[in-house]
């Protein structure tokens, strides 16, 4: 389900307005000044129709390929009559600054479906391409970029695969770069590598549970994103960390950023809070919990060494999954000032920013 109408009060909120003075259903984003480019990626690209799937690693030579404006129709860029795959390549350094933080990367809109992938590394993609093919032409495309897979001191490459199923293809329009996003200003940082099994089981959220069935995904994102277009219903992720040493503050906010449906959130076995009808999730509503900010209170008692939060989360229908940050552990100390400095009234900064027509 994608945002698009205003917030309602939520449990998840509710609590903690009362503990800072704020109004629930006060729409939460970071503010303009959080929410800047860093690398500019529109302009020119390499481009070659067809498909291989050696274009994605960064020493692949595209120095041949044709060169193509970005965002445009590829029908616009002289391939008037061409449907199908194609790949779009760019290569660009980072500034310094950004080495120990996620990015956002905007491509914009894309006809239909793609996949994007970061010096080898994939990080997204919307739709399905054949034989199974589902077109995403109108999801904006946002992907999460950890740091890990970005290169300091030398190019960097991105690589756009990209299916058009009929009509205009292409990274057709919208803002092109990366941009910074929701940082954590202290705490312990959550977002990353997390494990994901679709399904609906109890036993899963128990520290000791089996993980086989599990796999790796990357939070925050879209589990579309993660190559599950079609599923609606339960879903659980799952997230071990460990600290070096204990809080001295009684009462800690687990940061979940936003979830698209419902969800309850366990920390090793023990529920810390849930938002909407978590257990009913294919019942379409009007309560509008995907567009709020969840914030768990919790007893920093139940922290160990080492410690799992497990998150089940129902997604009615269109888009699923932890899809927002930030994702992590605050003290209430932290929160109250990370919220203060991060609320815009009355609209989203950071949506404000990828608005297209902007």
Not at 52 to 58: D, G, I, S
Not at 179 to 208: R, S, V
Request: charged share 25%; proline share 6%; net charge negative.
């Amino acid at each position: 389900m994608l945002p698009s109408r205003l917030v309602r009060t939520g449990l998840c909120l509710g609590l903690l307005a009362l503990a800072y003075g704020l109004h629930a259903n006060t729409p939460f984003a970071p503010s303009a000044e959080t929410s800047k480019r860093v690398v500019r990626l529109d302009g020119t690209w390499r481009f070659a129709v067809g498909d291989a799937r050696e274009r994605a690693a960064p020493n692949f030579d595209d120095s041949q390929w044709a060169k193509i404006d970005v965002p445009a129709t590829w029908q616009d860029e002289g391939y008037r009559d061409y449907g199908g795959f194609a790949w779009y390549r760019k290569a660009f350094s980072m500034p310094g600054g950004y080495e120990s933080q996620s990015l956002i990367l905007s491509l914009g809109r894309i006809d239909d479906a793609d996949e994007v992938f970061i010096n080898g590394q994939r990080v997204g993609g919307l739709g399905q391409f054949p034989p199974q093919y589902l077109s995403a032409y109108d999801q904006r495309r946002l992907y999460v970029v950890p740091p890990k897979l970005m290169y300091h001191g030398k190019a960097n490459v991105i690589a756009v695969r990209v299916y058009d199923g009929g009509g205009v293809g292409g990274i057709v329009r919208g803002r092109i770069g990366l941009y910074t996003g929701y940082p954590l200003p202290a705490g312990i940082a959550l977002d990353g590598e997390w494990k994901f099994c679709p399904g609906d089981n109890p036993d899963w959220k128990e520290p000791e549970c089996n993980e086989s069935d599990f796999v790796a995904i990357r939070v925050p994102s879209t589990w579309e994103n993660a190559g599950y277009p079609q599923l609606d219903g339960h879903a659980w992720y799952r997230k071990t960390f460990h600290i070096e040493q204990p809080f001295t503050e009684q009462t800690l906010v687990l940061l979940l950023g936003k979830i698209d449906d419902y969800d309850e959130a366990f920390l090793n076995g023990v529920s810390i809070g849930r938002s909407g009808r978590v257990d009913d999730p294919v019942r379409r509503g009007e309560d509008h919990t995907y567009s709020l900010q969840r914030a768990y209170n919790f007893p920093a008692s139940l922290l160990k060494e080492t410690n799992v939060i497990a998150v089940r989360v129902g997604d009615t229908h269109g888009n699923g999954g932890i899809y927002e940050g930030p994702i992590g552990i605050l003290t209430q100390a932290q929160f109250s000032k990370y919220w203060d400095s991060r609320r815009t009234h009355p609209t989203d900064a950071f949506l404000k920013l990828f608005r297209d027509e902007d």
